[in-house]
C-alpha cells in the first residue's frame, strides 16, 4: 500500500530548504510526498532570546503537536534545534549527510579584531556569546533573534561589527558572505550542521522509508554529542559546545562548558576507536561535571531562573 508522507516543516527559507531535500530525496526512492509548512512559535516571539523564553524545543514543538495530532507524517528539523529527549510517541528516523559544522561571523570590516577598542558582536545563542566573550572580554554581545533573513537584515540595520551564524545555513539558501571569517576556534552546537528527521513510531510506512535516508556517521556523531549535551543537562539553557569527528574508525570528540560571561571554561577531548564509542557522550559530560562542571551547571541554572 502506497500513501502520501506528508512532510511537515517551520516555514522558513532554511527550514523550507531542508524540508525540500528530503522531499527530494524521497520522491527519487518513489515515495509521493507533500509539503506542509507550519509557523512555530521560536519564529513568532521575536522580542526574546531564546533561554529566557525557558522552552526546550521551542522550535520543534509546534511540529510535534501536528506530528502527534496526524496533521503530518514526518517533520524535518535542525538538529541542534531538537531537544536531546523526544515527545512519547515520536521517533527519530534519519540523520542526513552533515554539512560544515564551523560558526561563521558576517561583519563589516575586521579591523576591529585587531584593536582594544570597544565592538558589537551580536547573536541569540549563549554558546556563541560565552565563547566570544571567552576571547574577546573588551566586547560587548547583543541579542540577535529571528530566522537567518530576518538576522542578515537586523545586521545591516544596526551600528554592531558583526553577528554570528551557522556556515552551514548561510551555506544552503546561498547567503554567505564571500569576506564572511570562519570560527574554526568556536565550537558548534552539538548537531550543527546536521539534519534530523522524526516521525511517529507506530508509522511503519514513514519509518522504513526514512531509513533509507540515514548517514551511518553523520548519525553516530551527532548522537555522541546530544549525549554530552543531555548527560550535561543543557538544553538551549547552557553555553555548551560539542563536536565529534569520525577520522579512519577513530572517534575524535571536544567537548566544552563556559559560564555565562564567558569567564570559566571546562574542556574535555578523547579519541576512541569507533566500535568502542558508545556512550562516549557521556562519559565526557561526566568527566566535565567532575572538573567542576557540576557546579558551574547550578550557577547557569540559578541565573536562568533569576531570568524567568
Known amino acids: 500500500m502506497s500513501k502520501i508522507i506528508r512532510i511537515g516543516t517551520r516555514d522558513s527559507e532554511l527550514a523550507l530548504w531542508q524540508a525540500t531535500t528530503v522531499q527530494q530525496k524521497l520522491e527519487e526512492l518513489g515515495y509521493d510526498t507533500s509539503l506542509v ?21 521551542i522550535f520543534t514543538k509546534t511540529l510535534d503537536i501536528a506530528l502527534l495530532k496526524g496533521q503530518i507524517d514526518i517533520a524535518v528539523h535542525s538538529m541542534k534545534d531538537v531537544p536531546t529527549q523526544l515527545p512519547k510517541g515520536i521517533v527519530q528516523v534519519a540523520v542526513l549527510k552533515r554539512a560544515i559544522t564551523h560558526d561563521i ?20 545563542s549563549l554558546r ?41 545555513g548561510l551555506e544552503r539558501i546561498k547567503l554567505l558572505p564571500k569576506d564572511a571569517l570562519q570560527l574554526d576556534w568556536m565550537i558548534p552546537a552539538p548537531a550543527q550542521g ?10 511503519t510506512f514513514s519509518r522504513e522509508a526514512l531509513t533509507k535516508l540515514n548517514h551511518k556517521e553523520s548519525e553516530v556523531a551527532t548522537t555522541i554529542e546530544r549525549e554530552f549535551l543531555r548527560t550535561l543537562e543543557g538544553g538551549c539553557t547552557a553555553p555548551i559546545g560539542a563536536l565529534a569527528q569520525i577520522k579512519e574508525q577513530t572517534v575524535h570528540f571536544e567537548g566544552v562548558l563556559f559560564s ?12 576512541v576507536p569507533l566500535n568502542q564509542a558508545n556512550g562516549l557522550g557521556e562519559q565526557c559530560a ?10 558551574l551547571m547550578q550557577e547557569i541554572r540559578n541565573e536562568n531562573s533569576a531570568l524567568h
Open 194 to 203: 546536521a539534519m534530523v528527521v522524526v516521525a511517529k513510531e507506530e508509522d
Open 105 to 124: 561571523l558576517v561583519h563589516k570590516g575586521l579591523n576591529f579584531l585587531e584593536s582594544d577598542a570597544p565592538a558589537t558582536i551580536a547573536t541569540g
Open 128 to 168: 556563541r556569546k560565552a565563547q566570544w566573550l571567552n576571547k574577546y572580554p573588551h566586547h560587548t554581545v547583543v541579542d540577535l533573534r529571528g530566522n537567518v533573513n530576518t538576522r542578515l537584515l537586523k545586521l545591516i540595520e544596526n551600528d554592531w561589527n558583526g553577528a554570528i551564524f551557522a556556515q552551514a
Open 260 to 271: 555565562l560571561d564567558g569567564k570559566q571554561k571546562i574542556t574535555v577531548n578523547k579519541s
Open 37 to 57: 509548512p507550519i509557523k512555530s512559535t521560536g519564529d513568532e516571539i521575536l522580542d526574546k532570546p531564546l533561554y529566557e523564553l525557558g522552552i526546550t524545543g
Open 286 to 295: 561526566k568527566e566535565v561535571l567532575q572538573q567542576g562542571g557540576d557546579k
